[in-house]
């Protein structure tokens, strides 16, 4: 006797089940980008503990590293799939458009606190700012974005999966020691020539 049986949105995939998650804990993207929000909002709480304490500039450049791969990864994983299968799923061009921008503003100030260090001028107001940029981009983001994107009948379940799969190809990206040219190897049967002192 045949059954017809329909694959239970709740079932784990074969790719959860090979990754050692637990049946059920398939997630949806929503779910995915909300940890990541937190995990940034925490970063930027213990760096605010450690603001106006000179003593602690190590920990304060660790972290403002980590905050600024988190952000740069997070902002590629939402520009690369997330708001482009938003955007195509619901008619307010508008609302991606803003979310872009407020990527953009991030980036700039990204782009400058990573050549900074604690006590250069303006590396602590320069992360309070960033702080703020992003608070609000994340309160707009689950308010407006993520309430949109739900009621769009996206699967974001398959966008989960492509999120994290881009998200491990990125990481690996990211720690992969960078290539060292050594001079003396021959590049197309040549050696590079030496660079003369300065």
């Not at 929503?30 to 450690?50: G, V």
């Amino acid at each position: 006797m045949a059954t017809n049986k329909r694959k239970d949105d709740n079932a784990p995939s074969r790719a959860d089940t090979a990754k050692g998650a637990p049946a059920g804990a398939r997630q949806d993207v929503l779910k995915l980008l909300k940890a990541d929000h937190e995990r940034i909002k925490q970063l930027f709480r213990e760096f605010e503990s450690l603001k106006g304490s000179n003593d602690k500039d190590a920990r304060k450049a660790e972290l403002s590293e980590e905050i600024c791969q988190e952000l740069n990864l997070h902002a590629m994983l939402e520009d690369e799939l997330f708001y482009p299968a938003v955007r195509s799923a619901i008619d307010n061009d508008e609302l991606i458009d803003e979310a872009e921008v407020e990527h953009a503003g991030a980036k700039d100030l990204i782009s400058q606190l990573e050549v900074m260090y604690p006590g250069d001028d303006h590396f602590d107001a320069t992360v309070a700012v960033l702080t703020e940029e992003v608070e609000r981009h994340i309160e707009r983001e689950e308010n407006d974005i993520f309430p949109a994107a739900r009621k769009s009948g996206l699967d974001l379940r398959d966008l989960a999966e492509k999120l994290q799969a881009r998200k491990e190809e990125l990481e690996e990206d990211l720690m992969a020691p960078p290539h060292v040219i050594d001079p003396h190897e021959r590049i197309n049967g040549r050696r590079a020539p030496t660079r003369p002192p300065e």
